[in-house]
């Protein structure tokens, strides 16, 4: 039935065009060139942009599949509000035999701290694979630009009960400003704050935290902090305990540790 419908509606279509074209005021004119070499040019830098205390640019690295010749194509970059930014190429420019090239974005310095701003940078169809179905042949990126005093503070092996994973070189960050940590894209593909108090409590910033994780049969998976097993901070062993909850929409899979072991000095 899908199918049958699909051919009427394309039938209609197309007498819908014929019909058009015979018009007396036939003003049609040709569209953008179809992509059929296969041509793919993508952004291939994060969509998270952190700015520090005395910076006011950032760079965004377009990709592309197929490397012959130079290749030169427009920028489009729309702003959300308010104004930051003061200094946008028009176009980016690969040379012959490049796989990726850079713009270079330069924003006001009176950005306020912590504020996330935003920006949609998109990239012309007679340039992409249509119809794209993964994160790299998508041709549109939503930025969000913060500027932020986030350092890195230690390193070590951030380990989780509930994935069973230990990933060694995971830097714990800072931000002298907030007086909090961060964690970022660690397990799943989870980012979190907090806070560490006098008696070494452990105060996680965000109520719920996206794993990055999305089951096949219960969707998305979060990570509650539970009281259940207290965050803390083990000063002796140098190891920074978190409890969560992981959570779908249907139940819970229960409570377990992550935990951070800082790297020995």
Partial sequence: MKL???????????????????????????????????????????????????????????????????????????????????????????????????ITITCVNEMKMFKTYKATISIDEQYTTQYADTTANCPRAELNIVKEDYKPFKTGTYCSQFWETEEPGTVLEYSE???????????????????????NNISIVEPQIYTGYDHATYGSIYAKPVSSKPSVFDPEDNVYYFGFDYVVSAGSFGAYYDYFVVDAE
């Fill in 177 to 199: 400003i907030l007086k909090t940590y961060r964690i970022q894209d660690v397990a799943a593909g989870q980012t979190f704050t907090f806070k560490v108090d006098e008696a």
């Fill in 4 to 102: 049958n419908k699909l051919f009427l509606m394309t039938g209609l279509a197309v007498m819908s065009l014929m019909a058009a074209s015979c018009s007396d005021d036939d003003d049609w004119s040709a569209g953008a060139p179809s992509n059929a070499q296969g041509l793919n040019v993508y952004i291939g830098s994060s969509n998270n942009i952190a700015l520090p205390v005395d910076g006011n640019t950032f760079e965004v690295t377009y990709v592309r599949n197929n490397t012959s010749g130079a290749l030169t194509i427009p920028v489009n970059f729309n702003t959300g509000t308010p104004e930051i930014f003061t200094s946008v190429p028009s176009q980016v420019t690969f040379n012959d035999g490049e796989e990726e090239a850079t």
